[in-house]
């Protein structure tokens, strides 16, 4: 197969067993990719609260360079919020996966102590690591990699949790290589459950491409324009930050920050400040809007806290909204004033508070679902503004995310470039259906 | 003559140009890992190492480099491809991997080609240089 490796990679935590299985060329043509194809495969896979198992799904674009493609998604049962939830990895998790040889992971079953999953082309391995209960992702990452020679070290790519995820909580999410992954709320208490603290990949297989040279020349033309257009891009987004007047957004990215990217995007909009991810637009809409933090030193210092247990920041933002709006009505008894970090951050580290049951559940206990979709609408209407001035926006953005793309592909890129890419890839026509 | 002037400090960690040196010398498939340019990360800095020279032994000297207010591991920063080090070499035949310059008229080096930041520029210098 070109663009795909055709093959999947199950791994079952409670007997150590791992099998290779080949991909039906049909499944990766109806669901090329992103959280489409992880869900189908937690259908198929019968994924539920008694079967739970973690899907890892790259799409056909994932590792060739296709701007953007850079993006594995995940799903897994969050038992909190009774369904199954799926989040996309940024950065390079899913094309070492793929260079590994499996555009799908299946994790199954239970280690009967804490372990990390150790993959390379040639085997995969359950570690027990009983010792890593506790650990912070950076802690984990750091023993994983230094266990290794530098070089060899410097490519492997990690996911793994800290100790949100090592509880039941709806806020452990998961941290891969340094960086958060928002939306991973509750996906990294199912790697507590299964007692995963981590997952490292290091692949030195090749990626086929279908017509190379194609290929090689629609992407050459394509960073050439982004190189040409590119302040013009970086003007586009500042108007839209600056219609959106996010106060905290200006300062939390300003003076010495570095730009930071996934694999093969031109756009790099994350950053760092002495080696630390910085909060994205996201997130400091969350903290800015949700939580009302006004201050820079008091969202650095929470989104560390949420590196250091493993916390998704969206998660918790939605949850400290709903517990803000269920304690003004004296629904819920509890304190939090909004903007007040201090006690936002006492609430996290009270395990038994409400806040670790995630807003899912609170909004079910309360019987306040209207008010978990008004905040969630808040959030996803905010990200729609970014896309407001390219036409179709919504049709576009779905097939990216089908495509295991970042959605940011559009605001740098002609749609048809990346259709073409698809196409030269994959050697297949990119049917869209509605 | 040209060569390849190397910026660390725009550089975004973003791979394409391992992804454009792998496609061009496999020419049909993409292997980061075959590249004869590697991104190597040091502390909070992408160094993006174009490989030179293939050596029999390690060298000796093992020293610091600072840039600005920073310092470096010098292995991180040097070009050779010696025993010690094994990012530029073929993953399964252990071939040391050289840059070839991607013959400098056409295609050109590919890995400027793909560069998007402006960290890997193509500089025209005097010959004697
Ligand atoms: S735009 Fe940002 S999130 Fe999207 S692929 Fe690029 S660096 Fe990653
Ligand atoms: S000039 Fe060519 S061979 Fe040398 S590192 Fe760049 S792409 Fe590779
Ligand atoms: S392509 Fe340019 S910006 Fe990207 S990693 Fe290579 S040198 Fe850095």
Known sequence: MFGWQGKALRVNLSNGFVEEELISENLLENYVGGCRLAKEVARLEEVSAEKNKLIFASGALTGTGVPTGAFCSVAGYVSLQED???APLLLRFGPELKCCGYDVLIIEGKAPEWCYLFITDEEAKVIPVAEMEGYTPAEIEEV?????????????RIISIGKEGEQPSGLGGLVTDGLLVNYSGGLGNVFGEKRLKAIAVRGTLDIKLAKAAVFQKIITDAIKDFREKRNKLFETVHTVFARL?????????????????????????????EGKFLPNFTVTFCFSELLEIENMEDALTLYDLCEKRGIDPVALSVTGRMLIELAKVGKADVTLTPGDTKQLVALIEDESSLLHKGGFWLAQHYQSETLLQDITKKIDTTREEIFAQIEEAGKKKAVLEALGL?????????YDVIIKAFEAATGKALEVKE | MYRIKVDHTKCTGCRYCELACSLNHLTTALNPKKARIRVLREKDRFFPVISGPCTEAACNIKIDIVIGDRTYDFCNLCRAVCPYKEVFKDPKTETPLQCDFCGIDAPGPACVKWCPSGALVLEEVPAYY
């Open chain 1, 245 to 273: 007047e996010l106060p905290l957004s200006r300062e939390i990215h300003h003076g010495e920050i570095e730009k930071k990217a996934c694999l093969a995007c031109p756009i790099a909009c994350l950053h760092q400040r």
């Open chain 1, 406 to 414: 970042c959605p940011y592909a559009l605001l740098a890129f002609p």
């Open chain 1, 84 to 86: 199954i939830l799926c």
């Open chain 1, 144 to 156: 994983i990699r230094s266990s290794f020679s530098k070089w060899y070290g410097n490519d492997i």
